[in-house]
T-cell receptor
Framework: KNQVEQSPQSLIILEGKNCTLQ??????????LRWYKQDTGRGPVSLTI?????NTKSNGRYTATLDADTKQSSLHITASQLSDSASYIC??????????????FGTGTQLKVEL | EPEVTQTPSHQVTQMGQEVILRCVPI?????FYWYRQILGQKVEFLVS????????KSEIFDDQFSVERPDGSNFTLKIRSTKLEDSAMYFC????????????FGEGSWLTVV
């Protein structure tokens, strides 16, 4: 069964600190791996997309890594800000026969940044 | 930045009624999707739509559900005879061509069935 598992389930850090979120997946066939940020009650917002051949991708203070052999990914957030408080969701994509992608979402890591 | 817009933001409906959730995808996008998120759970795939037809649907997307792109700009999700368990946030999403393209999500339509 296609699954995306994330850890930790929740995390509290102080403003300015760094953190790393983990993701393991068993989705097949694999197309790419995405990290999304979702504020409570809002739609997910894309942070990074990595294909099979990429093992790191940065977007500002966000750096994602991918190990396609072990089917693991991480999202590192540096110099955290209060506005980083949100759910961070690991999403694995499969290519659809007719084109486009089918996304399998993880349950997310709920991050809270405090003063 | 271009965005996917959804209406209504919140709808309350009685069990057994039909609802239509509306979406305006980003204008030059080719692929359209509906996802849903039950409160406290993860986002789940419902259906993908390309070239005016469904390209993939999940087991959730049964005969109660239908999608339509009636006028080249709107993309709708119809739920016939709603059930209590249909209560969820429904997200519309769209993307351009290519499998590595960003998929943009709308802010969601929160459906409450009472």
């Amino acid at each position: 069964k296609n699954q995306v598992e994330q850890s930790p389930q929740s995390l509290i850090i102080l403003e300015g600190k760094n953190c790393t979120l983990q993701c393991n997946y068993t989705v097949s066939p694999f197309s790419n791996l995405r990290w999304y940020k979702q504020d409570t009650g809002r739609g997910p917002v894309s942070l990074t997309i990595m294909t099979f051949s990429e093992n790191t991708k940065s977007n500002g203070r966000y750096t994602a890594t991918l190990d396609a052999d072990t089917k693991q990914s991480s999202l590192h957030i540096t110099a955290s800000q209060l506005s980083d408080s949100a759910s961070y969701i690991c999403v694995v994509s499969m290519i659809l026969t007719g084109g486009g992608n089918k996304l399998t979402f993880g349950t997310g890591t709920q991050l809270k940044v405090e003063l | 930045e271009p965005e996917v817009t959804q209406t209504p933001s919140h709808q309350v409906t009685q069990m057994g009624q039909e609802v239509i959730l509306r979406c305006v995808p980003i204008s030059n996008h080719l692929y359209f999707y509906w996802y849903r998120q039950i409160l406290g759970q993860k986002v789940e795939f419902l259906v993908s739509f390309y070239n005016n037809e469904i390209s993939e649907k999940s087991e959730i997307f049964d005969d109660q559900f239908s999608v339509e792109r009636p006028d080249g700009s709107n993309f709708t999700l119809k739920i016939r005879s709603t059930k209590l368990e249909d209560s969820a946030m429904y997200f519309c999403a769209s993307s351009g061509g290519g499998t590595g393209n960003t998929i943009y999500f709308g802010e969601g339509s929160w459906l409450t069935v009472v």
